[in-house]
Structures are given as C-alpha cells and as structure tokens.
C-alpha cells in the first residue's frame, strides 16, 4: 500500500492505494467519529463488492447500513439525491455517521454532495471503484449532480475524510470505462508532467491490460499531482481550473449528447483535442505535438473526434461552464505538452475553425 495526503491543514486527509484495501476494514474503521455508516453504491457495484464491505465492517464492530442507487450518470440528479435523503432520514442517521461512497464518480459525488448536505454536514469517506474515480472525482473535495443544462453545475467543496483506492476492483471494470479512467491520467501528463506524459506513450499497452506495477504507479502521480494542485488552491481560484483541461468541451458533449450516452472520459478525451487544436492556432501548441495528444488517446481506446452537435449549441453549453467570467468562456489551453494556462481572448474565428476540423458525426 501506498499512501499521499492532501494537505489541508486540520482538513487533511490519506489517499491510500493499493490492491486489496476492501479486504482491510480497519483502514476505515480509524476514520469513525462512531462505529455506525452508511454505504452508498449503485446497482453494477453492489453485486460485486458490497456485501463484502458491509461483512469486513461488522468484524470490526462497525454497522453498515447499505443505500443502492440506480447506475448511470443520467441518474446524478435531485431525484436521486432525495432517494439518499429518504433513506438517511428513515433510519435515523446522525451527524456523526460516516458516509461511505463505493463506486465510480457517479456515487462519489452525489454522495459528497449529500454529506455537505444532509443535517448541515456529516463525514464521508469515498471508496472509488473506477480508474477514473480514483484517479480524480474521489480526490479534491468536489461534489455535486448535473442539470439538464450543464454538467456539475449544483454542489460543493466538501472534503472526505480519506480516499482509500483499491486497485483489485478494477478488475472487474469494462475495457471501456478503464479508457475512459485513462483520459484522466493523460491529462496529468499534458498540464503538468511532460516526462509523465512520456511514460505513458511507453507503457499504454501495460496500463491497458492492467499490469499492476504501471497502473500502481499511474494513479499513484496522479493523485500525487492532484493533492499539490488541490493543496494550494482547494476552491478553483486559479491554478486548479488547470485540472479541466478537455472539459469545457467534454462538458458540453455530455450535455448535448444527453448524459450517460458518452462516458465522461470519453467527452474529456475528445475535448482535450479540441482544446490541443485550438492552443495549436493561438501558436502554443506545434501541429506534432497535436498529433502525439492524439495517438496516445486512440491507443487509450479514446475517441480523437468529438460529436457534431453544432457550432452554436457547443458554444451555448460552454457558455453554462463554471469558469466563465464576466460573461466570457475561459479555456484551459496548452503551451506544449506538460504545462497549461487559463485563456479567455479566444477569437470566434479560432474556435468556429476547430469545431469545423475535429468535430464529425459519430
């Protein structure tokens, strides 16, 4: 087991990851304000590691009482936070129960966005089940659910009191969403480690066909670049917008695309070309660089095209992005591969040509 820590002073809190972490309940079980939880998964997870989870707790005098939720980001909604809601308040939790997220982005975020909410704040703990999960969405405090008009446009910062990434369940996770986990990782390569970024160019086929030692390594410096990022800017002030490189666009794919029907790594994968072709006009980026961005996303099994939904409704949904200011879409740019910058003087004429190159119907 490897293990980082976020470091927000008396807010601080581990990432550990490693394989077989579920099997260790005592990793858990020394982050409880009392010896009572409540385990939120979905429908695909609760199969597979729930039972497990709620059995390891009780042998170490923890009591668990398990919340299943449907699967699907289409379902990261007021709907189904209300469903949490019912079920917390039906069984009389308190506000020194520890939620527990176990599963992908999906389950964390709604249930961080629960914790920050349900009697004003209770503790959490998430338990990400999915590349892209432990990678990213489990690890900053970022919580929320998504609106018909944009994505992740309703939550709060609210941290977890630990991270705990168990890389043996990703061995039961779809080729296709650990593509899409892989989306993340790249882009830790592209807005802050070009020599990360090279490594993976290296060892694509390794983290593909889920080699321990390259993927401990993968999550290990992304979560390690993560916790710096989030450590100096924790509300998205300034450097951490640096972490949605591809996502203005990726955005706006899932949410004309209608939620669910693209995976959030795919959209971001897509996006990031995008946004690689429109740092490439603005003369950060060399058309080369572009192509390598592309390459290594396609080994990914990533999509290096983005969908046609239409000059003018990419430009209304990122107009909903929650890093426009003073009415102007910035976006997270390029200036070459392993750093980035935020840029708002985007000429329409840039923008319209790159939606015009990279965007086809798929």
Not at 35 to 55: E, F, K, Q, S, W
Not at 115 to 133: E, K, M, N
Request: include cysteine; proline fraction near 4%.
């Amino acid at each position: 087991m490897q293990t980082l820590t976020v470091d927000l002073g008396k807010r601080s809190y581990p990432i550990h990851i490693g394989p077989d972490l579920l099997a260790q309940p005592h990793l858990i079980a020394e982050h409880l304000p009392q010896p009572r939880v409540a385990v939120i998964t979905n429908t695909t997870v609760a199969p597979l590691y729930l039972d497990g989870l709620v059995n390891g707790l009780a042998k170490v005098g923890v009591s668990a009482l398990p919340v299943v939720l449907p699967d699907g980001e289409q379902y990261k909604n007021w709907e189904t936070l209300n469903t949490l809601f019912d079920a917390l308040l039906t069984h009389r939790c308190e506000r020194k129960t520890t939620l527990i997220a176990l599963g992908g982005g999906v389950i964390g975020d709604l249930t961080g966005f629960a914790a920050a909410s349900y009697l004003r704040g209770v503790p959490f703990i998430q338990v990400p089940t999915t590349l892209l999960a432990q990678v990213d969405s489990s690890v900053g405090g970022k919580t929320g659910i998504n609106h018909p008009l944009g994505k992740n446009m309703i939550g709060a910062f609210y941290q977890p009191q630990l991270v705990l990434a168990d890389t043996s369940t990703l061995r039961t996770l779809p080729a296709r969403e650990l593509s899409a986990g892989l989306a993340e990782v790249i882009k830790y390569g592209l807005i802050y480690d070009a020599a990360f970024f090279s490594w993976l160019e290296a060892n694509m086929d390794n983290l593909r066909a889920l080699d321990e030692t390259c993927i401990a390594h993968a999550i290990y410096r992304a979560c390690e670049i993560k916790a710096e990022v989030v450590a100096q800017d924790e509300r998205e002030t300034g450097l951490r917008a640096l972490l949605n490189l591809g996502h203005t666009f990726g955005h706006a794919i899932e949410s004309g695309m209608g939620y669910g029907n693209w995976l959030h790594g795919e959209a971001v994968a897509a996006g990031t070309v995008l946004a690689a072709d429109l740092s490439r006009r603005l003369g950060l980026l060399t058309a080369s660089e572009v192509e390598r961005i592309r390459t290594l996303y396609r080994w990914a099994g990533l999509p290096d095209t983005a969908p046609d939904l239409g000059a003018e409704s990419y430009k209304r949904y990122m107009g909903l992005d929650k890093k426009v200011e003073g009415g102007r879409i910035r976006f997270v740019l390029m200036r070459g591969i392993g750093s980035a910058l935020l840029g708002s003087d985007v000429l329409d004429t840039d923008l319209n040509a790159t939606l015009e190159h990279y965007v086809h119907a798929i």
